[in-house]
């Protein structure tokens, strides 16, 4: 029991406090192809994003947005290349250590939400965290301290099929966040919304950077999305054709 | 703590995940636990109705025996002469003490028509209070009487087991009249048994007189049946060495546990084909648990996915999935035990007579609840359903985050493993094969059933080649009859091809065990049938009345035979008889025939195609025909020697040929009646075959015979086509069982294909939106679900009556053969067939209505709504 507890507390130094360069990201030569195609959907791509900031990946459509996030989270392995966070190498890391590493260290959002349908919106929340093994308490603490800031408390024993668009793609976010990640990952979180319901999700994600620090890399085919981020890359069939800081 | 925290977590978590996907999709789920219910229902019941067999003799044996560690019996007939007891006095000064006792089954006239076969048991009172206990009820006090066995000594006084005075509400003083060969004979109730020791043996159906009152009861002067001996435990072999030395060839001396090992090995193929059968029912519910399994996981591979992203290892994963089968398990064979224990004692009911006819005569009772039964039950479903749920969790394990991010739940790309599954399944189908050829393994047909199995999994291996092959076909056929829809509907089933070859695979499997009992009964019977037709060629057949009440060693004195030929109208009297012996460890039986006029008037058919004739006019002295069962439970042909143990000593005996027989799996060795009758010491007859003069009415002489001789002697007499009948009805009880679990299969089959249009439909829902939204009316989709429906179960039957037929052969020529030794002609039951064919379509296509009615109902937004 004292054992995690200290763990918690080391994690949410490293987390919050970190000294910036803890988790950042470093990608050296990183290509992929997937399997039966002929060009790289990723092409050699340099890039290095700092512990804390907030990114947005631009594009056409099939440019490789999704494939640098789902690199980034460990979910698909480069064909060629490094990918480091924090100074570990992903492709050194087992299945066992990337599931870890993705139940310690990142958080998901993604476009058609991803909400598990059997579980309320509640439980959806609160699994990551159950997952990580935290005692009842203290996730039934955290979950409903994040749930009333989200706006989303009363909605907590629904089931996904009974929330709206935005609603769902809140508690998504929720989810991605609950556990305090050091890294969420976001594809897309605007695009199965209304201009609306975007807006309110955006202002949540930017609320969250701000306060906690944690590095945001979203992928969005919207400029106004792109504008709440620090910085924009801009690719282009696998490459990157710009990389500016916002103003 | 934390483990216990982790523990909690994981519940939880199953909770969420897995239960309330099992109660969403309540009705696959109910399938699915029916499924498993039924299976572990039959197998427990079969299990129970075994043992409860084989242990009730088993603890009638250790009754009789009691404390006697050695038994001298006869190794042929049923008795022999006590004149050994003289030379076997030695025994005492060894500080062994021994006993002769009878038994013999009789018959007891209940009411005026009833009867019932009891078991009378003879023994010497002085020498048999050191072997058994005996407790007699007391009528006056509660308190035991200790001179228990005084009552055996009032003149035809005998004590009666408790579940005889119980049900006939007997008592001290009461007459009983017992039927004993074609004689009554009346004995009065000196005394009640308690069910404690001996009392219980035979399930209490048993009378216990005196040695001499016995003898005089069963006509067996100066005879026993057995001799107990209790040898001090250190002297055993010795004592069974020097007895063995000493005493004739025609008796054996062996422990009393010999005898329930023997009956172990003789009823082990009836005993083990009963399981084997029932484990087909385990096994269709396990197809049904990897159907519902497989498609649970393609369904739900986006989430799987999920909750990879969120942290869950695949180990959790697999875990998870294997959680859910054991839970369907475990439910489903908790119910299966229930509805095993309720059908158990109608099971014990309908294998209680084939074991009686057969094997030994045991009143079989009720059902003994063995716990090591139920749990070896449990453990096999749970176990069972725990396996066939391997491959989707090693499916699901293998799920990648990547998955998350795709939206729609993607088939399994089966296509790239059509051709591989397709190789898998040649190389089932050549195990198959090769293991048709093997012999029995200890008599029992390992590799039939092995090779059975292995033809099933290469059919489920095979179909999504045939599938792939085979759908775009019917597309064809069907789009002109029945437009647009159908063509939806086949080239729906041709993508989810992974899914669609599950759903025909189980409904194949299915309806195949369905068929394939259906042609080995129907066979069997036809056979049987056939064979009646040409071997009962007497007019009227004649028995005793104990005999016909189940009394197996009822016989007629010898004398009957002038008398009956003296009848008008009887042109030639054919007798009968036969004893029990033993040979190579197992039972079989002797009989004796007149050749002589098996030649003029019988009609056997012999394996080698002689004709009757032929073979009749050679049987005298040493040599004899021996039937199918005997020939290959033994491995002996036609020109072999056996040696079978006469009164006189053992004989070899010269095989001249193997002619078809379908009364018992025990065997006979069939000699000259002559030769029988001085060998055997024995001038009774079994039965007669009567052959009428011709110009006389078969019914009109039965009469006459009634009224000539039914003064001195109790017998029946049956036309040949009611002992045909008697024939059938026999037949028809032996293998109630078998129809039991046909019905079964039917029912097991149904569901299967319900599960799998469950399965499917849910899974086309997203389709079913869409095409909606495209303007595809409610009706077409209803009509396009149910075309589905249609084609699933039109190929479930196309491939299921083929496998069908391929296991029918293996049952008839391989798995029956081996087991009981009989020769079955190949008849299709045709009706039956497309009887099955017409169910089968209609049944699927009605439970495709659910489904339809669902799929037409989804609305155009639930597509956009990816939750
Ligand atoms: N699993 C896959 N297998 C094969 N090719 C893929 C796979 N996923 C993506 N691709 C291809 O890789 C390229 C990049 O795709 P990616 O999904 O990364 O684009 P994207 O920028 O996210 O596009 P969008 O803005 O439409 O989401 C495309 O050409 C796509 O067709
Ligand atoms: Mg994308």
């Known amino acids: 029991m004292t054992e995690r507890i200290l763990e918690n507390l080391a994690d949410e130094r490293g987390n919050r406090e970190g000294d910036g360069c803890l988790l950042d990201i470093v990608l050296k030569q990183v290509s992929k192809r997937y399997t039966g195609r002929h060009l790289d959907a990723v092409k050699e791509l340099d890039l290095e994003i700092r512990q804390g900031s907030f990114v947005a990946l631009l594009g056409p459509s099939g440019c ?184 | 703590m934390r483990e216990f925290d982790h523990f909690l977590g994981a519940l939880s978590l199953f909770r969420k995940f897995v239960l309330r996907d099992c109660l969403h999709n309540y009705v696959r789920t109910v399938i699915t636990i029916c499924g498993i219910t039924l299976g572990v229902s039959v197998f427990l019941a079969i299990g129970l109705a075994n043992k409860t067999a084989l242990s009730s003799f088993h603890d009638t044996v250790d009754r009789v025996a009691g404390k006697a560690n050695l038994e001298i019996r006869p190794l042929t007939g049923r008795s022999f002469d006590q004149s050994i007891l003289t030379g076997l006095t030695w025994l005492e000064m060894a500080g062994a003490v021994y006993t002769p006792i009878i038994t013999d089954d009789v018959v007891m006239s209940v009411g005026d028509d009833k009867s019932e076969p009891i078991q009378l048991l003879a023994v010497d009172y002085f020498a048999d209070d050191a072997f058994k206990g005996y407790e007699v009820a007391d009528s006056d006090s509660s308190g035991e009487s200790p001179t228990s066995l005084n009552g055996v000594f009032k003149h035809l006084g005998v004590l009666v087991g408790h579940a005889l005075a119980s049900e006939h509400k007997l008592s001290e003083g009461d007459k009983i009249e017992l039927a004993v060969d074609d004689r009554r004979f009346e004995v009065q109730v000196s005394g009640v048994l308690t069910d404690k020791g001996t009392g219980a043996a035979y399930g209490g159906r048993l009378l216990i007189c005196d040695l001499s009152l016995g003898q005089e009861i069963l006509d067996l002067p100066g005879q026993v049946s057995q001799v107990e001996i209790i040898s001090p435990p250190q002297k055993i072999e010795l004592l069974q060495e020097k007895l063995k030395s000493e005493l004739p060839v025609s008796v054996t001396v062996e422990p009393a546990s010999t005898r329930t090992s ?77 509805c095993g224990v309720l059908i158990a004692d109608w099971a014990l009911q309908a294998v209680a007579m084939t074991y009686q006819r057969l094997y030994f005569s045991l009143p079989l009772d009720s059902v003994r609840l063995e716990p090591v039964i139920l749990l070896v039950a449990f453990l096999t479903g749970v176990g069972l359903t725990t396996v066939a749920a391997v491959p989707a969790a090693l499916e699901a394990a293998a799920v990648s985050p990547a998955e998350a991010t795709r939206k729609m739940s993607i088939e399994l790309n089966i296509d790239r493993w059509t051709l591989p599954f397709a190789m898998v399944a040649f190389v089932f189908f050549g195990l198959s094969a090769y293991s048709s050829t093997l012999p029995a393994l200890a008599n029992f047909p390992f590799f039939g059933y092995f090779s059975a199995l292995t033809c099933v999994f290469g059919v489920a291996f095979l179909m999504p080649a045939l599938l792939k092959r085979m759908l775009p076909v019917l597309g064809r056929i069907l789009y002109p009859l029945m437009g647009l829809e159908s063509r939806l509907a086949v080239s729906s089933l041709g993508r989810t091809l992974g899914r669609s070859s599950v759903a025909v695979a189980t409904l194949s499997i299915g309806i195949a065990m369905l068929i394939s009992l259906a042609i080995m009964i129907g066979s069997f019977r036809e056979t049987v049938i056939d064979w009646a037709r040409q071997t009962l060629v007497a007019d009227l057949w004649m028995r005793p009345a104990s005999s016909d009440g189940g009394s197996k060693n009822a016989r007629f004195s010898a004398h009957m035979e002038s008398r009956l030929a003296a009848v008008t109208g009887v042109e030639a009297v054919e007798p009968w008889t036969e004893s029990d012996f033993e040979y190579a460890g197992m039972k079989a039986t002797l009989g004796g025939a007149r050749f002589d006029l098996v030649e003029k008037y019988s009609n056997l058919n012999y394996l080698s195609g002689r004709s009757n004739r032929e073979v009749a006019s050679s049987i005298r002295g040493k040599s004899c025909i021996v039937s199918e069962s005997f020939s290959i439970k033994h491995g002996v042909q036609a020109g072999d020697t056996i040696e079978v143990p006469f009164k006189t000593g053992l004989m070899p005996l010269y ?159 391989v798995i029956n053969k081996q087991s009981f030794g009989w020769t079955i002609r190949f008849t299709v039951p045709f009706d039956f067939i497309a009887q099955t064919f017409v169910i089968i379509m209609f049944t699927s296509i009605a439970s495709g209505l659910i489904p339809a009615r669902l799929a037409s109902a989804t609305q155009a937004p639930e597509v956009v709504r990816s939750e």
């Open chain 2, 262 to 338: 023997q009956i172990e090995k003789m009823t082990r193929s009836f005993e083990y084909n009963l399981y084997a059968l029932s484990f087909i029912a385990l096994l269709v519910g396990m197809f049904l648990i990897y159907n519902t399994m497989a498609i649970t996981v393609i369904r739900r591979r986006p989430e799987l996915g999920t909750l990879r992203i969120l942290g869950l290892s695949s180990r959790n994963i697999l875990s998870l999935i294997l959680a859910e089968a054991i839970l369907f398990g475990a439910v489903g064979s908790l119910l299966g035990l229930f």
């Open chain 2, 655 to 813: 095989i001249q040929d193997v002619y078809y027989d379908y009364v018992n799996d025990t065997g006979f060795v069939v000699v000259n009646r002559d030769f029988y009758r001085k060998n055997m010491k024995d001038d009774g007859i079994n039965s007669f075959a009567i052959f009428v003069k011709k110009g006389y009415e078969p019914v009109s002489v039965r009469k006459r015979i009634f009224s000539e001789l039914s003064g001195q002697s109790r017998f029946v007499v049956r036309t040949t086509g009611e002992l045909r009948e008697r024939i059938l009805e026999i037949f028809d009880q032996t293998f109630a069982v078998t129809y039991a679990l046909h019905a079964i299969s039917i029912v097991v089959a149904i569901l299967s294909v319900m599960n799998a249009l469950f399965a499917l439909t849910e899974e086309s829902r997203r389709e079913f939106g869409i095409l909606k939204y495209i303007g595809l009316p409610a009706k077409g989709i209803k009509k396009m679900v149910l075309t589905e429906a249609g084609v699933l179960g039109l190929y479930g039957c196309v491939f299921g009556i083929m496998l069908g037929f391929v296991l029918s052969l293996l049952l008839i020529y």
């Open chain 1, 64 to 247: 490789g947005k999704s494939t640098l996030l789902n690199l980034l989270g460990g979910i698909d392995r480069p064909t060629e290349g490094v990918i480091e966070v924090g100074g570990l190498s992903l492709q050194s890391m087992g299945d066992d250590q990337l599931t870890e590493f993705r139940l310690k260290k990142l958080g998901f959002i993604f476009q058609f939400f991803n909400l598990l349908p059997t579980f309320t919106l509640e439980e959806n929340v609160r699994l990551p965290l159950e997952i990580a093994g935290h005692d009842r308490a203290f996730v039934d603490s955290e979950v409903t301290e994040l749930l009333d800031k989200i706006g989303l408390g009363e909605r907590r024993g629904y089931l996904p099929a009974q929330l709206s668009g935005g609603e769902m793609q809140r508690t998504a976010v929720a989810r991605a966040i609950v556990h305090k990640p050091a890294i969420v990952l976001a594809d897309e979180p605007t695009g199965n919304l209304d201009s609306e319901n975007g807006e309110k999700v955006l202002a949540l994600l930017s609320e969250i950077h701000a306060e906690s620090g944690i590095t945001i890399i979203m992928a969005t085919h919207s400029n106004e999305a792109a504008a709440c981020a620090e910085r924009s890359i801009r690719m282009r069939d696998g490459r990157i054709v710009s990389d500016e800081r916002n103003a």
